[in-house]
């Protein structure tokens, strides 16, 4: 049973930083993609960022400059450094992964920017 477990996230004020992670566990040989997504009440889910395993990444247009993606394989984690963090980045973060052909999802971690 695959599992992608990912950090708390929390309370930050504008100009902020925070990290999250999130870890793949159970059976894996490989994994595609692994990366973050968010999603505010009443809107639609929308990517933040994502690694694939040959090493590119996307950003969306509204994070790039302000929030880092990286990867650990060694250890199937995910890493999601955000900085200079706004208002408008208040929801709630989501892991995904491909892994082996199936595309998993985390709990999900709420991320509030306000002051």
């Known amino acids: 049973q695959v599992q992608l477990v990912e950090s708390v996230g929390g309370l930050v004020h504008p100009g902020g930083s925070l990290s999250l992670s999130c870890a793949a566990s159970g059976t894996i040989f490989s994994i595609a993609v692994m990366g973050w997504y968010r999603q505010v009440s009443g809107k639609q889910r929308e990517l933040v960022a994502r690694v694939f395993s040959g090493g590119s990444i996307n950003y969306a247009e509204s994070v790039k400059g302000r929030f880092t993606i990286s990867r650990d394989n060694a250890k199937n984690t995910v890493y999601l450094q955000m900085n200079n963090l706004e208002p408008e980045d208040t929801a709630v973060y989501y892991c995904?992964?491909?892994?082996?052909?199936?595309?998993?999802w985390g709990q999900g971690t709420q991320v509030t920017v306000s002051s």
């Open positions: 995904n992964a491909r892994i082996d052909g199936t595309v998993h």
